[in-house]
């Protein structure tokens, strides 16, 4: 008989992306090992990346956008075994312009031992600019 320890139940696994997602909007990689997995394969539509791929991703949106703490807002969270699936709103404004805008995201994270080791994900623009095309938002 298998016992669901703290780190696999529902609400663990949706605090480990919530953690993901504020590093995300504080741009801070430093405490990335933390909640990623070494062997961590992410699936954004750009291709797939590694754990030193997901990083530079953070690092190159921080250029581009200006986010707050509050950022980003999960809509929805639901947990199936491993998986995580997350719909989510970020509010952020361009770096150069300091245009706001909204960006609608949907991932699919998979969360073993307390640790993001696979993900699949997407973001759209709900308004498109002059400067950012829609398919340079691969996250």
């Known amino acids: 008989m298998h016992n669901v320890t703290t780190q696999d139940s529902p609400e663990s696994k949706k605090a480990v992306f919530?953690?993901?997602?504020?590093m995300y909007a504080a741009g801070d990689v430093s405490a990335l090992d933390q909640v990623v997995a070494p062997n961590y394969v992410g699936h954004p539509s750009a291709g797939d990346?590694?754990?030193?791929?997901?990083?530079?991703?953070?690092?190159?949106?921080?250029?581009?956008?200006?986010?707050?703490?509050?950022?980003?807002?999960?809509?929805?969270q639901l947990v199936?075994?491993?998986k995580v699936v997350t719909r989510m709103t970020a509010h952020v404004q361009?770096?150069?312009?300091?245009?706001?805008?909204?960006?609608?995201?949907?991932?699919?994270?998979?969360?073993?031992?307390?640790k993001l080791v696979e993900e699949w994900n997407t973001?759209?623009?709900?308004?498109?600019?002059?400067?950012?095309?829609p398919s340079t938002l691969s996250a």
């Open 18 to 22: 919530r953690k993901l997602v504020d």
């Open 49 to 76: 990346r590694d754990l030193e791929g997901l990083r530079q991703s953070i690092l190159y949106f921080h250029n581009l956008f200006i986010y707050t703490q509050d950022s980003f807002h999960i809509e929805d």
């Open 80 to 82: 199936d075994g491993e």
């Open 94 to 114: 361009i770096r150069e312009t300091g245009e706001p805008v909204t960006l609608l995201g949907i991932n699919i994270a998979r969360i073993v031992d307390g």
């Open 123 to 133: 973001w759209e623009q709900t308004k498109a600019t002059e400067r950012l095309k």
